[in-house]
């Protein structure tokens, strides 16, 4: 930065200034403080998280996990028994995992349901790791109710005799499911969806079929897992 050129006149004699460079004193910037990572306080109502499980030094762990494998995007929780993932849920209830909780990752490694579970498996058995993670997709639950009118339901399900009720794949035009969604966009059942309680009843894949056929009134129990 310089001054500008002027003339300064002085009892009658014109004097030329000429230009003095002005010298500024950079001053260091202070580099910006890298944000704090915030531990997470409580398991989101749906969506994704992670959890930190904590596992004993003293001897190989039991994981105490009943899973449901039909979904290939990963293992869904059908029921938690005793064992390092029951023992976290009582430490952290905020933090505790739930059933038809879908595990996405185990210590960042994605896959199928059966690559899921080996990691979980070798993680607690291995006694120098001291903890693994999860990370974890809970579903958005709602509520769809269909009234039966001798129409079919219009659906193909993905489901086991044993599974954690069914998983729509597709939702045909004309069938009562197609008409409901046209009627209520807000609850509107899709592939992908996993209805796993029918009037109140959580009920296993074969069981559910069975009075799907029956009931004449349906209150289904959705769950939805948002990417």
Same mark, same amino acid.
């Given at each position: 930065?310089?001054?500008?050129?002027?003339?300064?006149?002085?009892?009658?004699?014109?004097?030329?200034?000429?230009?003095?460079?002005?010298?500024? *004193?950079?001053?260091?910037?202070?580099?910006?403080?890298?944000?704090?990572?915030?531990?997470? +306080?409580?398991?989101?109502?749906?969506?994704?998280?992670?959890?930190?499980?904590?596992?004993?030094?003293?001897?190989?762990?039991?994981?105490?996990?009943?899973?449901?494998?039909?979904?290939? +995007?990963?293992?869904?929780?059908?029921?938690?028994?005793?064992?390092?993932?029951?023992?976290?849920?009582?430490? !952290?209830?905020?933090?505790?995992?739930?059933?038809?909780?879908?595990?996405?990752?185990?210590?960042?490694?994605?896959?199928?349901?059966?690559?899921?579970?080996?990691?979980?498996?070798?993680?607690?058995?291995?006694?120098?790791?001291?903890?693994?993670?999860?990370?974890?997709?809970?579903?958005?639950?709602?509520?769809?109710?269909?009234?039966?009118?001798?129409?079919?339901?219009?659906?193909?399900?993905?489901?086991?005799?044993?599974?954690?009720?069914?998983?729509?794949?597709?939702?045909?035009?004309?069938?009562?499911?197609? +008409?409901? !969604?046209?009627?209520?966009?807000?609850?509107?059942?899709?592939?992908?969806?996993?209805?796993?309680?029918?009037?109140?009843?959580?009920? +296993?894949?074969?069981?559910?079929?069975?009075?799907?056929?029956?009931?004449?009134?349906? !209150?289904?129990?959705?769950?939805?897992?948002? *990417?």
């Amino acid at each position: 930065m310089f001054c500008a050129c002027c003339e300064v006149e002085e009892q009658g004699v014109a004097m030329e200034v000429s230009p003095v460079p002005v010298i500024e *004193e950079e001053v260091p910037k202070r580099p910006a403080a890298a944000p704090a990572e915030v531990a997470l +306080k409580a398991a989101p109502t749906s969506g994704i998280f992670t959890v930190e499980i904590p596992l004993p030094a003293s001897k190989p762990a039991q994981l105490g996990l009943d899973l449901d494998a039909i979904d290939s +995007k990963g293992p869904i929780i059908v029921s938690i028994m005793p064992g390092v993932l029951k023992d976290f849920n009582d430490a !952290n209830p905020a933090l505790s995992l739930e059933a038809y909780d879908r595990i996405e990752a185990v210590n960042g490694e994605t896959g199928e349901p059966s690559k899921l579970y080996k990691a979980m498996t070798s993680a607690v058995e291995d006694l120098t790791r001291g903890k693994f993670t999860l990370t974890i997709c809970r579903p958005r639950k709602f509520t769809a109710s269909i009234t039966k009118t001798g129409e079919p339901l219009g659906t193909q399900l993905n489901f086991k005799v044993s599974s954690a009720g069914i998983v729509v794949t597709r939702v045909s035009p004309g069938g009562l499911i197609s +008409k409901h !969604n046209e009627q209520n966009p807000s609850s509107q059942i899709l592939p992908g969806d996993r209805v796993g309680a029918l009037n109140g009843s959580h009920l +296993k894949g074969g069981a559910m079929v069975d009075s799907l056929k029956k009931e004449p009134n349906l !209150n289904l129990s959705v769950f939805r897992y948002d *990417e």
